[in-house]
């Protein structure tokens, strides 16, 4: 069973930083693309970042660009999300999502498995 448990949300002034990480269990993580998306109350899910299964290529939306970095230590199955710079508009519910061997990696589509999710909000 699958299974995916997001850690290290919070409240933040904005400026500040916060450090997600996302603990994966009953899966060959090597093997699986892994991304993070948001959602903020009353919008759709969307995008933040994603990191291959192969070369560890990185990817990130243009929101986030230069601010938050995305990791990944397979040996600890366990992928990061470094968040810099913080902006009131980064206040979502994050959610780390896996992906078998990957495909469109900005897509929620390609994601076949999901995390519970944890809050990060940032005042002004």
């Known amino acids: 069973q699958v299974q995916l448990a997001e850690s290290g949300g919070g409240l933040v002034q904005a400026g500040g930083s916060l450090r997600l990480s996302c603990a994966a269990s009953g899966l060959t993580f090597s093997s699986y693309a892994m991304a993070w998306f948001r959602q903020a109350p009353g919008k759709e899910r969307e995008f933040v970042a994603a990191i291959s299964w192969r070369l560890s290529s990185t990817y990130y939306a243009d929101s986030v660009k230069g601010r938050f970095t995305i990791s990944r230590d397979n040996a600890k199955n366990t992928v990061y999300l470094q968040m810099n710079s913080l902006k009131p508009e980064d206040t979502a519910v994050y959610y780390c999502?896996?992906?078998?061997?990957?495909?469109?990696?900005?897509?929620?589509?390609?994601?076949?498995?999901w995390g519970q999710g944890t809050q990060v909000t940032v005042s002004s």
């Open positions: 999502a896996a992906a078998y061997y990957g495909g469109v990696l900005t897509s929620r589509e390609t994601y076949a498995y």
